[in-house]
Structures are given as structure tokens and as C-alpha cells.
């Protein structure tokens, strides 16, 4: 009988240390070294969850090419890991009906070859999802639109970011750019991002943005240096503030369905906000301190 059961106990325990040796989702082994393209390459291989195990200081690693989502993947960072294009490449392109999640990690340094659009990420649906908590969007840059994220019939969710220091020098929109697409955005600060167009945002095709409890400061374009909501879409903002963005106008509304509730416009360059066409719903917000001399007062009526 104790023969039966010292086998038993070792057949157990061999299963045990089985399952913990198949961590495929972990990159790196304990050090930094450990943690490079190659090891980020083979825990990316058929999605799930991927985590990082490269010590206890930031680290950084550096693609020299664009990564491929075509299942449900999520990446956490754990507010220690950066992924770097190297001002070389793109990170991420996530295609149709796959999901994109990435937590408490850095996407910066991203670049668009000049037929591609969103230097960090960008989603083409139908179907595709992304969600972002705790992810920083730092120095991407796109030759054409999305300087940080593009989103093509997609839907995302963005909580807890930063877009900071994304452009588009040539075209438009150096943060997020939506396409016929869905963002739900909370808790999140764009800052320095600029765009021949629209630095912060632009919405076309029947998009929709809610933005809630959000910061825009200092981003710059000689069109909208925050948002432009153009014929079709429609964007909901409300406890936001807009603090010393300059170039041309913070808000632009182009025939679409702009409300803005509870929110502030300070010490803005230029005018706050021109209506064009379409519907616009101003309540309980505070506009004051804004360079107007470009335009007759501070919400423009064309």
C-alpha cells in the first residue's frame, strides 16, 4: 500500500511541475537580457495573455518589425515595460475579428512608412476591439493619419492613458484617428500631440467618441488642435478640460453632433470653438483666458 502510494504522489507531482513549465505567454527568464524581440516574438505566438519576467527595473524592447494580431491578445506591462519601434517601424497591426488589449505598459517611438496609418497601433475591422488601461502613446509618428492609433470599423476603450508627444507632420491627426469606429475615452491626457490637421482627434465616417473626465494641454495644429467632428459623427465631452492648445481652433464642429457638458477652455491660443453646421450642445462649462484674436469671440457661429 505505501508503494502504491509514493507512485501516485510522484505521477502528481511530475504533472504539477509540467503545467508550470508552460508559461509560452511570459517573456524573458528573470533578467533583462532574456527579454528582447525574439523572446517577445514567441510568447505573441497564438495570443492569450502575455506577460513580462525581465527583473524589477524598466525595460525597454525594441522592434525592428510590425507584430501581427489576428487572435485575442492581451499585453500587460505591469508599469515596467516599454515597447519601442525604434523610430524604424510600426508596433502593432491588429486585423479584423481579432481583439487587442494592452495594460499599465508604454507603446512609443513608433513609425509609419508612408502607405500606413497609426505608428503604435492600428485596428482594421470589420470586428476588430481594443482596449487600453494604464498605456502611455509617447513620440509615434505618422507620415499619413493616426500619429499613435488608427481605428478602421473597430471598437475601443481607452482608460487611464496618455497620448503625449504623437504627430502627424504632414496630414492628419497626430493622436487617435477614427474610422467609422467607436471610442469610449476616460481618465485620459493628450498632451503635446500635433497634426497639419487635427492633433488631438478627428472623427469621419459615422464615428463615435465619449470622452469623459479628460485632459487636453498644449497640442498644436493649424487646423483643430484638439477634435474636429465632422458631417455624421458624433462626440459627447463632458467634465474635460482644454488648456493652452494652440495653432487654431480647440474644437471644431463640421455638420456634426458636438455636446460638451461640465468642461473648461483656459488660456487657449487662438479661438475655443467654431460651429459650422449640425448640432452643438454647450451646458454648464467654463470658457475664459483665451487668445481670441483670430476670431469674433470664443464659440464661433460660421
Not at 492609433?149 to 482608460?159: C, H, P, R, T, V
Request: charged letters at 5%.
Amino acid at each position: 500500500m505505501t508503494k502504491l502510494r509514493i507512485i501516485f504522489l510522484s505521477i502528481g507531482l511530475s504533472f504539477c511541475f509540467a503545467g508550470i513549465s508552460q508559461a509560452a505567454g511570459v517573456v524573458g527568464t528573470g533578467t533583462p537580457l532574456s527579454c528582447d524581440e525574439a523572446a517577445f516574438d514567441a510568447a505573441l505566438v497564438g495570443g492569450g495573455l502575455i506577460t513580462f519576467d525581465c527583473g524589477l527595473a524598466p525595460h525597454t524592447i525594441t522592434f525592428t518589425s510590425a507584430k501581427i494580431i489576428s487572435v485575442a491578445t492581451t499585453i500587460d506591462g505591469n508599469s515596467l515595460i516599454t515597447l519601442s519601434g525604434g523610430n524604424t517601424t510600426k508596433l502593432f497591426y491588429v486585423f479584423s475579428g481579432a481583439s487587442f488589449n494592452a495594460n499599465d505598459l508604454t507603446l512609443s517611438n513608433g513609425t509609419c512608412a508612408i502607405f500606413e496609418n497609426g505608428a503604435a497601433v492600428s485596428f482594421t475591422g470589420p470586428g476588430a476591439s481594443g482596449s487600453f488601461d494604464g498605456v502611455t502613446f509617447s513620440n509615434n509618428q505618422c507620415v499619413n493619419i493616426g500619429g499613435a492609433l488608427y481605428a478602421a470599423d473597430a471598437g475601443l476603450i481607452i482608460n487611464n492613458s496618455t497620448f503625449d508627444g504623437n504627430s502627424a507632420p504632414t496630414s492628419g491627426v497626430g493622436g487617435l484617428y477614427l474610422l467609422a469606429s467607436t471610442a469610449a475615452i476616460s481618465n485620459t491626457v493628450f498632451s503635446n500631440n500635433s497634426a497639419q490637421d487635427n492633433a488631438a482627434l478627428g472623427l469621419v465616417s459615422g464615428s463615435t467618441a465619449n470622452i469623459e473626465r479628460s485632459y487636453f494641454f498644449q497640442n498644436s495644429s493649424p487646423g483643430s488642435s484638439v477634435l474636429e467632428v465632422q458631417a455624421g459623427n458624433s462626440a459627447v465631452i463632458s467634465l474635460s478640460n482644454f488648456y493652452q492648445n494652440s495653432g487654431g481652433l480647440a474644437v471644431v464642429n463640421s455638420g456634426g453632433s458636438l455636446s460638451i457638458a461640465r468642461s473648461s477652455f483656459y488660456d487657449n491660443s487662438s479661438g475655443v470653438i467654431i460651429h459650422n453646421t449640425g448640432n452643438l450642445t454647450l451646458t454648464n462649462s467654463t470658457i475664459g483666458g483665451n487668445d481670441l484674436s483670430a476670431n469674433l469671440s470664443a464659440i464661433n457661429i460660421a
